[in-house]
């Protein structure tokens, strides 16, 4: 899809039978490009090879629709994965369920398509996703009998892949003159473009971290821009849940954890990261985020790192793994579709975490909040309507509520709302808040002492137009 519609402004016309026309210009989109930089090939991990190409998912050629991830640790590689709760998981989800259950939380590899999300695509989709893996199992120089190959999709829903074309992608990463899987910046960055649907910029992180003295790394990336309302868990047979849509990371690390310990970190992750941010309020039927600990960094004789026989390491390996993981989350909110704010919402004094993390995501999923703050119009009524439409587990009592804009620039709070009292408030200076393209909406409810937050953005005229049209 086009990008041109992200940066310039875009003209709308309103015909009536009975009234002159109407033009409606709407504010430019701001380009996200510059979330986007290089990094030193020193930024990655250790024992990865990965790739991107085009392989035909997508029609124009310099899209790249096809990403190989390998471990090439001579560790057995740990594999941790959060997957959509929708009833309509995608074959790709089902089949990265069984190979984890099959191996006992063990893969060494994870292949990503874009352009088709193979979903909804019956027992012909369930074949493909098997083929990707095994094709991907035949990479290795002793493939293994027993898949350890995760998959990925995203893209339309109810369309097949063209799996001719997809394998012979694959293909050419065995040995030959086409083979361009490689550990440097360019190699991830490659995998990490191939990763993308309507998102502007490839999402790409890394960092180092110490763990008992040894420094480890973390790199990862993701894709999402439109169908976001995450609501993943790890894997269990299929939901019947609501129906929420695509987001897909991996994330890679040289650290040595045990597949029990790196499932256990990342549910805590991605509850407190990819589970707490909205574009839209749609959940996928492919959202996937996968976790690969292959020790490359770790002496061949080191235990994996375990919460049982060492719990101190544990949780510094859980909080850093949470706090990436959050990195990579507002990364996906920062390129909402059409979006023109990024917006924390906090909620505090809640009696559980549960509370406070479901009133933020309510606030942060309400129509009219996101539309407000497009228009840059501090209708504070609008996130009160929305707080007070979750059950709690203790009763809320308006009286104790307060309500603020806090502005990114580290000037002073606006208060809206204190003890369920409207502030008089300064509408110009609220103005001049949500015309920022960061800003925090902060809610008190003076219940508790548990808080959460949730990232979202805002609701534009261009949301509208990417979506209307999205298969064409």
Same mark, same amino acid.
């Given at each position: 899809?086009?990008?041109?519609?992200?940066?310039?402004?875009?003209?709308?016309?309103?015909?009536?039978?009975?009234?002159?026309?109407?033009?409606?210009?709407?504010?430019?989109?701001?380009?996200?490009?510059?979330?986007?930089?290089?990094?030193?090939?020193?930024?990655?991990?250790?024992?990865?090879?990965?790739?991107?190409?085009?392989?035909?998912?997508?029609?124009?050629?310099?899209?790249?629709?096809?990403? !190989? $991830?390998?471990? #090439?640790? *001579?560790?057995?590689?740990?594999? +941790?994965?959060?997957? %959509?709760?929708?009833?309509? =998981?995608?074959?790709?989800?089902?089949?990265?369920?069984?190979?984890?259950?099959?191996?006992?939380?063990?893969?060494?590899?994870?292949?990503?398509?874009?352009?088709?999300?193979?979903?909804?695509?019956?027992?012909?989709?369930?074949?493909?996703?098997?083929?990707?893996?095994?094709?991907?199992?035949?990479?290795?120089?002793?493939?293994?009998?027993?898949?350890?190959?995760?998959?990925?999709?995203?893209? !339309? $829903?109810?369309? #097949?892949? *063209?799996?001719?074309?997809?394998? +012979?992608?694959?293909? %050419?990463?065995?040995?030959? =003159?086409?083979?361009?899987?490689?550990?440097?910046?360019?190699?991830?960055?490659?995998?990490?473009?191939?990763?993308?649907?309507?998102?502007?910029?490839?999402?790409?992180?890394?960092?180092?971290?110490?763990?008992?003295?040894?420094?480890?790394?973390?790199?990862?990336?993701?894709?999402?821009?439109?169908?976001?309302?995450?609501?993943?868990?790890?894997?269990?047979?299929?939901?019947?849940?609501?129906?929420?849509?695509?987001?897909?990371?991996?994330?890679?690390?040289?650290? +040595?954890?045990?597949?029990?310990?790196?499932?256990?970190?990342?549910?805590?992750?991605?509850?407190?990261?990819?589970?707490?941010?909205?574009?839209?309020?749609?959940?996928?039927?492919?959202?996937?985020?996968?976790?690969?600990?292959?020790?490359?960094?770790?002496?061949?004789?080191?235990?994996?790192?375990?919460?049982?026989?060492?719990?101190?390491?544990?949780?510094?390996?859980?909080?850093?793994?949470?706090?990436?993981?959050?990195?990579?989350?507002?990364?996906?909110?920062?390129?909402?579709?059409?979006?023109?704010?990024?917006?924390?919402?906090?909620?505090?004094?809640?009696?559980?975490?549960?509370?406070?993390?479901?009133?933020?995501?309510?606030?942060?999923?309400?129509?009219?909040?996101?539309?407000?703050?497009?228009?840059?119009?501090?209708?504070?009524?609008?996130?009160?309507?929305?707080?007070?439409?979750?059950?709690?587990?203790?009763?809320?009592?308006?009286?104790?509520?307060?309500?603020?804009?806090?502005?990114?620039?580290?000037?002073?709070?606006?208060?809206?709302?204190?003890?369920?009292?409207?502030?008089?408030?300064?509408?110009?200076?609220?103005?001049?808040?949500?015309?920022?393209?960061?800003?925090?909406?902060?809610?008190?409810?003076?219940?508790?002492?548990?808080?959460?937050?949730?990232?979202?953005?805002?609701?534009?005229?261009?949301?509208?137009?990417?979506?209307?049209?999205?298969?064409?």
């Amino acid at each position: 899809m086009s990008l041109t519609g992200h940066c310039l402004p875009t003209v709308w016309k309103r015909f009536s039978s009975t009234a002159a026309t109407t033009t409606i210009v709407t504010k430019a989109i701001p380009s996200k490009r510059h979330h986007h930089k290089p990094l030193p090939d020193s930024a990655f991990p250790q024992g990865y090879a990965l790739t991107g190409l085009h392989c035909g998912v997508k029609k124009k050629p310099e899209l790249l629709d096809l990403a !190989v $991830i390998l471990s #090439t640790s *001579p560790r057995p590689t740990s594999a +941790a994965a959060c997957f %959509t709760r929708n009833a309509f =998981k995608a074959a790709p989800v089902i089949v990265s369920q069984e190979v984890l259950q099959r191996t006992g939380g063990r893969a060494r590899a994870v292949v990503v398509n874009s352009g088709c999300a193979n979903a909804v695509t019956g027992k012909q989709g369930m074949e493909d996703a098997w083929a990707m893996a095994r094709e991907t199992d035949s990479l290795f120089p002793n493939p293994p009998s027993t898949s350890e190959t995760l998959i990925m999709s995203t893209g !339309v $829903i109810g369309q #097949t892949l *063209p799996i001719a074309k997809v394998l +012979a992608g694959i293909r %050419t990463q065995g040995v030959g =003159k086409e083979r361009t899987l490689g550990s440097t910046f360019e190699a991830w960055e490659r995998a990490a473009r191939a990763f993308m649907t309507t998102d502007t910029f490839p999402k790409l992180r890394a960092r180092s971290f110490t763990i008992n003295g040894k420094e480890y790394r973390m790199a990862g990336m993701d894709k999402g821009a439109g169908m976001i309302h995450p609501d993943m868990g790890p894997p269990a047979p299929a939901s019947t849940g609501q129906l929420h849509a695509t987001l897909l990371g991996c994330i890679l690390t040289d650290a +040595a954890i045990s597949p029990r310990s790196l499932q256990s970190a990342l549910n805590y992750a991605v509850d407190r990261s990819f589970n707490s941010i909205s574009v839209d309020g749609d959940m996928s039927t492919n959202d996937t985020i996968i976790v690969l600990a292959n020790g490359a960094a770790t002496a061949a004789d080191e235990a994996e790192i375990d919460e049982e026989r060492d719990p101190v390491a544990y949780e510094t390996f859980k909080q850093e793994l949470t706090s990436f993981a959050a990195d990579l989350a507002k990364l996906v909110v920062r390129d909402g579709e059409g979006a023109t704010k990024f917006v924390t919402v906090t909620v505090e004094g809640a009696p559980t975490y549960e509370d406070a993390h479901r009133v933020a995501s309510r606030i942060s999923t309400s129509a009219l909040v996101k539309t407000a703050l497009f228009g840059e119009d501090a209708n504070w009524g609008r996130i009160l309507a929305a707080t007070g439409s979750i059950p709690l587990s203790a009763p809320l009592d308006p009286t104790r509520v307060n309500v603020s804009f806090i502005p990114a620039d580290g000037t002073a709070p606006l208060p809206l709302l204190v003890s369920g009292e409207p502030e008089k408030v300064d509408e110009v200076r609220a103005k001049e808040i949500i015309s920022q393209e960061d800003l925090e909406i902060k809610v008190e409810l003076g219940i508790g002492s548990e808080s959460a937050q949730y990232w979202t953005c805002d609701f534009s005229y261009e949301y509208v137009r990417i979506n209307g049209d999205y298969r064409t």
